[in-house]
């Protein structure tokens, strides 16, 4: 196994992990930025008004976007497992 394979399978991986977090993180930026924005027009600083909207609406990335998040995982897991003796020989 030599250092170019390490690499590129350390990208792979890093790949898959910001394809997984985007929607979720994504999510929470744009709701938390739509919030910070009321909470400055309005002058209202309450915590609870920032994090329930967050909290559904990540409850609802995970629901809309769970099936391919999982999807995509078991994809590149089964790849990943399939190439561990070409890895090692």
Do not use: R, Y
């Not at 930025?33 to 909207?53: D, G, K, R």
């Amino acid at each position: 196994m030599t250092d170019t394979t390490i690499i590129d399978l350390a990208m792979q991986t890093m790949m898959v992990a910001l394809k997984l977090s985007a929607p979720i993180l994504v999510t929470s930026l744009v709701i938390g930025f739509a919030i910070s924005l009321f909470q400055s027009m309005t002058q209202i600083q309450e915590f609870t008004l920032a994090f329930v909207p967050k909290l559904l609406g990540v409850g609802v990335a995970l629901l809309l976007c769970g099936n391919w998040m999982l999807h995509t995982l078991m994809t590149f897991t089964t790849k990943l497992f399939e190439s561990i003796p070409s890895l090692l020989g």
